[in-house]
């Protein structure tokens, strides 16, 4: 090299002597990090293969439960404030699940929850027996379809008991097919809600030689509670001294029972019957809701505890009739037992008693007409 390119060279570097301090210092820093640290740069791959390594790197285990993305955290529903519309992106994304629905104001309720409420209004109350309290769901035509609630609960119309009731029974005595007598049973409330009843039984035939005439009579008043008896009588032939009789002073509470044996008062006890009235009672009060009754036919009041002995389809002249049949008393005593038809508000239509000695004197009804009078 000649002396011309040495000294243009020297010349050169001191011109920029200031540039070469200034990159020295990072010539000498990258040079070590160099020598300390090998460093290798990835290879450049196809852009097919990087599309297919990222959707490996999101995927998550099988156990976790996968995620739905861009869906916001649920959050707890309110109600909005009626006549206020909601946004579309909030009407959007609120929707009820299908196993818990739910109707906003201003919805009509869904179908399938009417036919739960309705089924489940049947089970309450009377169910297919046209009692009267047995509620009924109808549609109120004064509320329009955008007013909540369109529904509400009704009553069904009441069952009067009945205001007059005439009946015949054909009494029959041991095992006698024949009829030994004839009762006939009248029934009757005024319009001041006083009643009556008034049965007489007479012998037919041979009988009638040995057996007189037997006539009961019960007067009182109709309250909400059903038949509140004043008076009762039992009259047997005509002879005085088979005459009982019973007053009920319900202001004193006391009953006073009157017989050939004499006079007798006794404390009474709310609800007391006498032998015709309680018979009658059952179309006030269902049989099954109070099988016990306390009663007096003139000389003696007592309490009975009556039994449940079941459902029966009885044949009479009137006709087939359903009915429960009830019974008091056990096999070592008297014996009553009563069935009561279900189709007639619980009228009596057969009445059998057992004496001691065992003869049975059967009643069973033969004729019967009613009516109500509001």
Known sequence: ?????????ILHLKQHRKLA????????????????FSIELPE????????????????????????????PAPKPKQRAPKNLPKKPTEALAEKPPAAEPETQAGATAPTSHLGTLSSATLNMGNLGSGKPGSPSLTRNPS??????????????????PYTKVEAEFEVKRGSDSTAAGLSQVSFLVDKNKRYTIISQTEAKGLVSLFFSTLQ?????????????????????????????????????QLL??????????????????????????????????SLQITMTNG???????????????ITSKFGELNTIHLAKGSDDEEKTELWLATDYQYLPVKIRKTEKDGTVIEQLVSKLSTSQIN
């Open 1 to 9: 090299m000649d002396n011309n390119k040495i000294q243009n060279l």
């Open 143 to 160: 509320q329009n379809d955008d007013e909540a609630a369109p529904y509400r609960f009704e009553p069904e119309p009441e069952i009067l």
């Open 256 to 289: 006073t029972m009157r017989s050939s044996k004499g006079e007798n008062t006794v404390p009474l006890v709310a609800g007391t019957q006498d032998f015709l009235s309680f018979m009658y009672q059952f179309m006030f009060t269902p049989p099954l809701n």
């Open 44 to 71: 450049l791959k196809s852009d097919t293969q990087l599309i297919q390594a990222r959707p490996m790197q999101l995927e998550l285990p099988q156990t976790k439960r996968p995620q739905t993305i861009a869906q």
């Open 216 to 252: 009961q009579k019960s007067e009182g008043s109709v309250t909400h509670a059903g038949l509140k008896p004043d008076f009762y009588s039992y009259q047997y032939g005509s002879n005085s001294k088979k005459l009982q009789t019973a007053s009920f002073d319900w202001d004193k």
């Open 21 to 36: 301090l200034a990159l020295l210092p990072s010539l000498i820093f990258h040079g070590l990090l160099l020598m300390l």
């Open 299 to 313: 000389k003696k009041l007592s309490t009975y505890q009556y039994r449940f002995e079941g459902e029966e389809i």
